[in-house]
């Protein structure tokens, strides 16, 4: 089972839709999760990181993680066109505050059509 | 502006002639990593420094060297580049100790190998 699962989609919203973005992950040790955004021909840029359990909300982007089923997710509200992406979740291996290795999903294609 | 950039954006080349890509950051930060993206696969980390003479392995290291003689400068060498080897490369940087894992990745470099 890889480490970090995520569905690729595409996933395809009219604007003005909540989006849902999710991702599994396996290894229970380590409890930093990001999410990053990546538009066309571009790095990814971090959106937005959470750790443990529970919510963090950022504008009009709210990432959560529920550790009793090893699921994290990125809801977007009011979703615009300039949000069609791929979202990228990653778990971050190591402790306190060295770095450590991201591990990636594989990424969801956001599409929002006007 | 704080950025991390990479040369050659865009390159071709034949299978055996050794290449490198360079990647420089103007932020200070002490880890720096690299990493391929492939479809279906998502991104897989390579190496990456945790500072200067310090660099580990990560998930795909085979084929690939790294070298890390100055804080801005972590350039990856494929000493007898192959087919495989193919992808999209993604430079990062970030600074420890900040646990939120803020990783700025560069624009990256499209890699043919033919």
């Known amino acids: 089972q890889k480490e970090v699962e995520q569905d690729p989609g595409p996933l395809s919203v009219p604007e003005g839709a909540i989006v849902s973005l999710n991702c599994t992950y396996s290894?229970?040790?380590?409890?930093?999760f990001m999410w990053y955004r990546q538009y066309s021909r571009k790095g990814p840029e971090l959106l937005m990181y959470?750790?443990?359990?529970g919510n963090k909300e950022d504008g009009r982007f709210t990432a959560q993680v529920d550790k009793s089923s090893k699921y994290i997710s990125l809801f977007i509200r009011d979703s615009q066109p300039s949000d069609s992406a791929t979202y990228l979740c990653a778990q971050r291996r190591g402790y306190g505050g060295s770095q450590g290795n991201l591990i990636f999903g594989k990424g969801t294609k956001l599409s929002v059509k006007p | 502006e704080a950025q991390v950039t990479q040369n050659p954006r865009y390159l071709i080349t034949v299978t055996g002639k050794k290449l490198t890509v360079t990647c420089s950051q103007n932020?200070?930060?002490?880890?720096m990593s690299w990493y391929r993206q492939d479809p279906g696969l998502g991104l897989r980390q390579i190496y990456y420094s945790m500072n200067v003479e310090v660099t580990d392995k990560g998930d795909v290291p085979e084929g690939y060297k790294v070298s890390r003689k100055e804080k801005r400068n972590f350039p990856l060498i494929l000493e007898s580049p192959s087919p495989n080897q193919t992808s999209l490369y993604f430079c990062a940087s970030s600074a420890p100790g900040q646990g939120t894992d803020t990783q700025y990745f560069g624009p990256g470099t499209r890699l043919t190998v033919l």
């Open positions: 932020m200070n930060h002490e880890y």
């Open positions: 290894n229970s040790a380590f409890q930093y």
């Open positions: 959470t750790y443990s359990s």
